[in-house]
């Protein structure tokens, strides 16, 4: 048969109470009674039979009246409940409904043929009390019981199904659904939960007998009811969960993390319902009974409704397992739905698509139909709005996006982009009222400073080379709650004796380093920076867990790259003394001078840029705004979500240590091959499995976030584009108009490549974040290199193979660089100069230039222009003399191209 669509019916628009609500509102009660209705038909044949044989009227009697409440109770209230479920689920979840009526139509007309025969046997049973021979009485109440259980078996097979179909997926065989995986432990279950809540429901009864001997006698004889099935029921219900699919447990467990403490009440209402069995039965004052009595009700309504949320729940994200989305598109038809759009797919909507002016109407009618099944606006389940909250529009559009992927407990969103924009906006701008977040524009500083660089002429005999071996260096300015990117610029530096042959100088010198004042002050305008002025690597070590230098200092020698290097240096962007947007400055300068370490006379000064920005877009999906001067820095708020994200969907506590003033870095349990000399200390004693490195599992989890966005997907996080005020990214390849993903490739190709290689190094979470991932710059996965991060990197020679023009401005996904040696921020050439001496910095190769004028400073003092060192035949900088032989790399005497006016 041809199921339909959620989308082919009308919605109920429920707003403040959401389907959700209305359902377990009124499935639970009726469940509830319906197995009372159940064990309560075997309380009433058993007491009778015991009432006769021992003879005693008094039981006999409370066998009667306990019969007239239990008529009242099932047949009159629950049969209403009984209504009240068809109809609310027929109108929340109509697709659904009219999948489990029309494949199991058959049963549902047997489970309604066994209802009229219970009431018509209870009805025999109560009117007819005292009015027939005894045996034929309790033959009637054994018909109503074998009628009751084979509804509640009937029923049983239908509701197991829609959480384990197993085969019926494939065959969609009458049998193979009804007697799925989770039948017959479903059944045994539900059976003695029955029995349990006859003894719960029996004590209301009893207690209000008059003659305190039967009373007692009654109470107790309840009180085994409730204890002896218990037993039975734990191991049935271990039975039950042991059935079902391992990706069910796992959202029982603690996946969805609404569900677990759903599971943990009932585990925890268990032994409970034991201690009060014990408890009644022993000799209390009536009063108290009776209010214990009363509140076992609703223990039991509590003890009945913790377990069919955890099995409603646990089958998410469908409503009937591996088939229906629990917003009811079918699975098989998702791609089809994809492709066409939901609007145009539905038929109860005025809208075919997304038209400009009409967003926020045709998100409304989305919501309705992908949201409202589950979710209330402002109510008390599933409630929509602390859900979302703290999204803005891109974090809104990103979360749809990653829906049915990592946080798999919520079907896919089926629609097209447009459709998610416009669901997002109306999520955003319309239940929350927020405004629609301006794009920022880049501004230039409040009356930005000219810097001035070291005089430089002919006659000079040394010429001082200085870089940062990252373009921008990205700072989490939160150390408070959590450290994702601790201070920490590394500068390079190579002194050149100039000549017809020059001399790199490396003996009898030393070189050393300031940044700029202002600049080292962080504790002016950052109240949580911990360490004081002035700055030492012990501090930054104590507070960062990065060994580091102070902010002024002398270089050391690196052999391994032939040129002096100052590692850690605790750079941050917020100069004292500023107002405004100056709070704010991304590209420090660094003076850096090479003296004499003999006589003390200086040889050469030069300066640079020490870039670091904390204009990182984590707010846009957790809240909170930029902390300085509207522009940049991870507010507390942010943070404080980021931590609680992160303990839900991994079970860390980082929440409370924070709290605890005992904040974690995300190096102490990742690896960041970054920080070469930084482990995870809990990793390092061995007390834990290592996780994935601190790359792979950032880029592998946003990906799944941020799918199909090219440039965009980087920016989410990067302050690399022109739209923002750090635009991190910049240089000659910014010119040309190229991005991220030229080098990098598509962010989910980024992701894969890291991903890959955790796969096959074991890590457990590599799989699962790789699974909805498809590569975007290759024909399979097959294609996309392993990688480790910051060691196998795209690199120049990639493109401008044997440093010639390049054929391609899209670097290929399989070749890396082998290892950190043959970085471009570390490789020398054969005459050992380092390539970005020459070149510039990586994401700012030269010529570069920012908005506050402090790039290409190296270039500009020896050259007058912007353009890499000796650029144009330049070679005079350096050897004095025209050059007519390549020494450095083929291709160095062509003129330089794409020249930047």
Known sequence: MNEQWLLHYPVWDLDIFGGGFLIALIATIHVYIAHFAVGGGLFLVLTEIKARRENDPAVLEYTRKHSGFFLLLTMVFGALTGVGIWFIISVVSPAATSVLIHRFVFGWATEWTFFVAEIAALFVYYYYFNKMAPKQHIRVGWIYFTFAWLSLFTVAGIISWMLTPGEWLETKNFWHGFFNPSFWPSVFFRTFIAFMFAGLFGYITALFLKDEKTRQKMVRYCSWWLILPLPLLLMSGWWYFMTLDDPIRAMILGRSPEILPYFKAFLWISPLLFIIGVIMALRLPLMLK????????????????????????????????????????????????KEQGILKSARWTEFDEVAKGDQIRAGKRLYNFMCLPCHSVGGIINDILPATENFDLFGMEAMLDGMGKINDYMPPFPGNRAEQKALAAYIVTGLHKKPADPSIQPTAPQQPEPIEVPPFFDSDEYLLMAWSTKGMHMLTDADARLSLSPPGNDLYAQLIRRGELPEHVTDRVKISYTLEPGFQDPAAKVDFWKWSEPLTGKEVQKNTGLFGNQTQGEMTFDNDRFAFRAKGIPAVP???????????????????????????????????????????????????????????????????DILAVHDRMNGTDLSAKAENNEPRTCQHCHRDENLEERMGEIAAEGEMELPMNLSAAIHGFHANYLTGRGDDACGA????????????????????????????????????????AEKSAGKKGAKKLM?????????????????????????????????????????????????????????????????????????AIYPASNQFGGDSLGPIQYQKNPYPIGANRNCRVCHTVDMEEEIHHPNSLTDFRNVVQ
């Open 771 to 843: 699974a909805h991932l498809s590569p975007r710059g290759a024909d399979s996965t097959d294609r996309i290199k392993p990688r480790k991060p910051w060691i196998n990197e795209p690199d120049c020679l990639h493109c401008h193979v044997d440093f010639a023009p390049p054929e391609t401005d899209m670097a290929p996904l399989d070749q890396r660089t082998a290892s950190m040696d043959d970085l471009f921020r570390f490789r020398t050439d054969a005459a050992g100069i380092m390539c970005a001496g020459c070149h510039g910095s990586p994401h």
């Open 574 to 640: 917020y100069p004292s003394g500023s107002t405004g947007k100056n709070l704010f400055i991304p590209y420090p300068i660094a003076t850096v001078t090479a003296t004499d370490a003999e006589t003390g006379e200086v040889l050469a000064v030069t300066k640079t840029t020490a870039p670091v920005s904390t204009e990182m877009g984590c707010k846009s999906c957790h809240g909170g705004n930029w902390r300085v001067a509207d522009i940049a820095g991870i507010s507390q708020k942010t943070a404080d």
């Open 290 to 337: 009776r209010t214990i009595a009363f509140a076992l009700i609703f223990i039991g309504l509590a003890y009945m409704g913790s377990f069919e949320w955890v099995r409603e729940a646990g089958r998410r994200p469908y409503i009937i397992y591996g088939y229906a989305y629990s917003n009811g598109v079918l699975a098989e038809d998702m791609a089809q739905m």
């Open 717 to 756: 996080c990067h302050p690399g584009s022109p739209e923002t005020y750090t635009a991190g990214f910049r240089g000659i390849h910014r010119e040309l108009f190229m991005g991220c993903t030229n080098c990098h490739g598509a962010m989910e190709d980024h992701a894969l490549s890291l991903l890959l």
